[in-house]
Structure formats: structure tokens, C-alpha cells
């Protein structure tokens, strides 16, 4: 079956170290998309790509960067890690650009130290 | 800005106690609207997807419509299976494509 598996489920890092969080598909989709959930909040989006060599800014996106070399990957990065950015991160894809679902990987739970 | 308000924030029922969840967007040219049911330390997972105004789907004990202002779900006799987090969410039809999501209705079933 198809899937969207994040790695690690769990990290903790110390502020300022670069941190980058995986995250590969096997629906073959070529939308992909990082949300960070924060109690309060709900889920934010960070960045989202349309295909290999496309990146784009969401709501939240200062401090984090995302490169696309295939269609799987969507690795996400955190330049210099700081304590804002503890949270849940989820990624996710999608089939269209518009009006259908996107499916959600398990997470990863970050913990900037 | 899009914004997406679901309410009540929480919310406790006994086992076959029927009831709904409100979502209330505001959204420039709606695209989709999205419900969501999420289990804690899980992702979420997709229930609905619904179009325009007057559209009603459904699942199993779950059902959801849509107006131009709100949405709800509504739950028939549900089962303690059924206690989550319930998250809406919004996608409008230019600009970034990302969902816009509600902060969630976080249910719990009592047998």
C-alpha cells in the first residue's frame, strides 16, 4: 500500500545546530506539503512543493528551508534550530494542487533544548 | 485572511448520545472544505471533502454538510471508537494551496 513515512519520530536538538527532518511518499504524488502543530495554534503550513524543483513559502515558513530533487522527498530543515521551533511537524501530500485531500504522515516531535 | 473557527474547543457524550461539531470559515473563494480525525500521536486522517453550499456527505456515524458560512459534522449514536480530535479545514482557490486549519473539536465518548 502507499504511504507517507516521516523519520525520526522523535528528535531533541540544541538551539542553533541545523536540524532536518525526512520525509518520503509512495503515492507518487507531486504535491507535497510541512504544517507544524502547536497547542493553540492547530496546524500551520511551513512550506509546500508542486514537483521536483519547486518550493514555496507557507505561513510560517522564517527559519526553515525545503528542497525538492524527486518526487518522494520533501526533507525539511531548520537552518539554525531555536526553541520556537519545538512543535509537532507533519508532512503531507496530495494528489491535484486544489480541492482534494491530502494525506498526512505520523509526525515527528521536535525538542529544541 | 482565511480563518477557520470550530466550536465547542471540547466536548463529552455518553455512548449513542448524538450531536455535531461547528466549523465557521471565512475564506476568499472557497475551494474545498476538509474534515480531518486525528488520534493522539498520529496524523491526521481524512474523512470528507465537501465542495459547495448544500453538499452532504457521510460515513458510517458521521455525517457532514456545508453552507457558505459554516460546517458541520454531525455524529449519530456514537461509540467510544469515535472519540478524537476533529479538525477542519479550508483551501481557497488562489494563492498558496495549502489547508487552513481550525485549532479542532477534541471529542471524547464515555461507554
Known amino acids: 500500500d502507499a504511504e507517507i513515512t516521516q523519520s525520526p519520530r522523535h528528535k531533541i536538538t540544541e538551539t542553533g545546530r541545523q536540524v532536518t527532518l525526512a520525509c518520503h511518499q509512495t503515492?507518487?504524488?507531486?504535491?507535497m506539503f510541512w504544517y507544524r502543530q502547536d497547542l493553540g495554534h492547530g496546524l500551520r503550513l511551513i512550506h509546500y512543493?508542486?514537483?521536483?524543483?519547486?518550493?514555496n513559502k507557507g505561513e510560517v515558513s522564517d527559519g526553515y528551508s525545503v528542497s525538492r530533487s524527486n518526487t518522494e522527498d520533501l526533507p525539511l530543515t531548520l537552518e539554525s534550530a531555536a526553541s520556537s521551533q519545538t512543535s509537532v511537524y507533519f508532512c503531507a501530500s496530495s494528489e491535484y494542487v486544489r480541492g482534494t485531500e491530502a494525506f498526512f504522515g505520523q509526525g515527528t516531535r521536535l525538542t529544541v533544548v | 485572511e482565511d480563518q477557520v473557527t470550530q466550536s465547542p474547543e471540547a466536548l463529552r457524550l455518553q455512548e449513542g448520545e448524538s450531536s455535531s461539531l461547528n466549523c465557521s470559515y471565512t475564506v476568499s473563494g472557497l475551494r474545498g472544505l476538509f474534515w480531518y480525525r486525528q488520534d493522539p500521536g498520529k496524523g491526521p486522517e481524512f474523512l470528507f471533502t465537501?465542495?459547495?453550499a448544500g453538499e452532504e456527505k457521510e460515513k458510517e456515524r458521521l455525517k457532514a454538510t456545508l453552507t457558505k458560512k459554516e460546517s458541520f459534522l454531525h455524529i449519530t449514536a456514537p461509540k467510544p471508537e469515535d472519540s478524537a480530535t476533529y479538525l477542519c479545514?479550508?483551501?481557497?482557490?488562489?494563492?498558496?494551496?495549502?489547508?487552513?486549519f481550525g485549532k479542532g473539536t477534541h471529542l471524547i465518548i464515555q461507554p
Open positions: 465537501l465542495y459547495s
Open positions: 479545514a479550508v483551501q481557497r482557490g488562489g494563492g498558496a494551496d495549502g489547508l487552513t
Open positions: 503515492w507518487n504524488h507531486n504535491n
Open positions: 512543493s508542486y514537483g521536483v524543483q519547486d518550493t
